[in-house]
């Protein structure tokens, strides 16, 4: 998803590394900026994407704090997105596409629309059609293919493509 937004605006990334925390992004972000921009083959832009969950704080701001500790620079050379409430709720914005994926009636709404994002997409791919795919395929498939005009009309997607652009044009301008 981040390669196609960038794309879109003549940028073309070359992604360089890539970290998964076990758990929440805030005990991490400081340390995994360090590993971005200090250690070893570094980045010239870090991306940082977690999900707000439940909790009444502003994700965001957390992060980009957390990351000013490592050294205030590199706020402006990272992007944060926070997606409300889970990452999920990119993944299944459009809602036309999602339904031609899973191929559900186009008439209909999509199914069980009171589970969060994250259950409503695993609930799809637990009864979509035959030949089941793996949620990570899933995950890849939707992500690459989900209209991303639909998804700029989420205050929270349309932060982090603004941070993410901006990193970049800070970067081209250092």
């Not at 340390?31 to 009444?56: M, S």
């Not at 590199?74 to 409430?85: K, L, N, Q």
Request: proline letters at 6%; a neutral charge; one cysteine or more.
């Amino acid at each position: 998803m981040i390669e196609r937004i960038l794309k879109l605006h003549n940028i073309h990334p070359i992604f360089v590394k890539s970290f998964t925390p076990r758990t929440g992004l805030i005990g991490y972000a400081k340390i995994l900026a360090e590993a971005f921009f200090e250690t070893g083959e570094t980045v010239d832009v870090a991306v940082f994407l977690t999900d707000q969950d439940k909790q009444k704080k502003r994700v965001g701001k957390t992060i980009q704090k957390l990351i000013s500790k490592a050294k205030p620079y590199y706020t402006d050379v990272s992007a944060i997105g926070v997606p409300d409430p889970h990452f999920e709720a990119w993944l299944i914005a459009d809602d036309g596409y999602v339904k031609s994926y899973f191929l559900l009636p186009s008439t209909e709404s999509l199914p069980m629309p009171d589970l969060e994002p994250k259950e409503r997409l695993e609930y799809l791919q637990r009864n979509m059609a035959i030949p089941k795919k793996p949620i990570f395929q899933v995950y890849e498939e939707l992500a690459s293919s989900i209209n991303l005009d639909i998804l700029m009309a989420r205050r929270d997607f349309k932060t982090f493509v603004d941070q993410l652009l901006a990193a970049c044009k800070y970067f081209t301008q250092i």
